[in-house]
C-alpha cells in the first residue's frame, strides 16, 4: 500500500430486508396461526414442562445433589434439629439406658420418671434407697452431664415409694383417714 491509498472501507450491513408481504394475506394467517397455537392447553403445557426443568447452572450430571434420594439418617437429624427435638430424645435414651449409667444395682431399686428444665425426677422402691440415692446423686448428675452435655442435668430429686392407697372399692369417702379401729 502506497501513501496515497486510502483503506477501502468495508461495508455495513443495513437493516434486514422485511419479506415481501403477500396480497392474499397468507403471512398474516401464518402469523395468527402461530400466536393461536401458543395459547393452547398442549403448549402451556409443554411451556410449563420447559419451565420446570433445572437452569443450564444447576444441572450436576452424575453428582450426588439435594434433588437426590436421601439417607434416612441425615433426613431425620434435620427433622429432630428444625424441631428442637434433640434434648427430648437423648433424655429418652437415657431412661433407656438407665440401668448402664446408674449400674444393675442402684436401677433394680430406683427409675426415673420425668425429666424438665434440668431436673430428673427418680423413683425408688424403698425409703432406704431414697436415702442411698440422695448420696449418690452428685455422682449420678456427673455420670449423666457427661451422657448428654454439661449442664444438662442441674438437679436430681428423689421421691420414696408410692404409699399405699385406701381407695377400694366403687364407694370411698373424700380425704378419709383410711381404716381404723371402729371397737369403742
Known sequence: MSSDEKPEKPEVAGPPEQPDRRDDGL???????????????AARSRQRKKDQRPARGR???????DRDPQLLDSTLGRLVDDHGWGLDLRMHGVFGRWAELVGAEVAQHCTPETFADGRLVVRTDSTAWATQLRLLAPTVVRRLNEELGHGTVALIEVLGPHGPTWKKGPRSARDGRGPRDTYG
Do not use: I, N, Y
Open 27 to 41: 403471512d398474516l394467517a401464518k402469523a395468527l396461526t402461530r400466536a393461536t397455537a401458543k395459547s393452547t392447553p
Open 59 to 65: 444441572v450436576t450430571g452424575s453428582h450426588p445433589d
